[in-house]
Nanobody
Framework: QVQLVESGGGLVQAGGSLRLSCAAS????????MGWFRQAPGQDREFVAT????????YYTDSVKGRFTISRDNAKKTVYLQMNSLKPDDTAVYYC?????????????????WGQGTQVTVSS
């Protein structure tokens, strides 16, 4: 089992920045690829970013490329999502998740552990 706890969400004006953190406990964190997803009100949950177990591979959804950066610190068992140039459309609950392959994956079906989510609200 892996337990994931997100933090760092909040209210920010458009153009601002936030850094989300996701702290893991339990089984070996470095075995897993990690990802961030988000769910806006009335919408399905969508993929945002993913990183392989080593940090050597990353992949982002098009809408956040150049604005968001995923990173991880395996010694601290933490994954981060740096979000810059935020837009109102980025408003959502953000979830971190661990996926079994270790390579990083954009598909939700790969993810087996999920955090509880943290709210990000971007005002215009």
């Amino acid at each position: 089992q892996v337990q994931l706890v997100e933090s760092g969400g909040g209210l920010v004006q458009a153009g601002g920045s936030l850094r989300l953190s996701c702290a893991a406990s339990g089984r070996t964190f470095s075995d897993y690829g990690m990802g961030w997803f988000r769910q806006a009100p009335g919408q399905d949950r969508e993929f945002v970013a993913t990183m392989s177990w080593s940090g050597g591979a990353t992949y982002y959804t098009d809408s956040v490329k150049g604005r968001f950066t995923i990173s991880r610190d395996n010694a601290k068992k933490t994954v981060y999502l740096q979000m810059n140039s935020l837009k109102p459309d980025d408003t959502a609950v953000y979830y971190c998740a661990a996926e079994w392959s270790g390579g990083g994956a954009p598909k939700e079906s790969f993810y087996i552990y999920w955090g509880q989510g943290t709210q990000v609200t971007v005002s215009s």
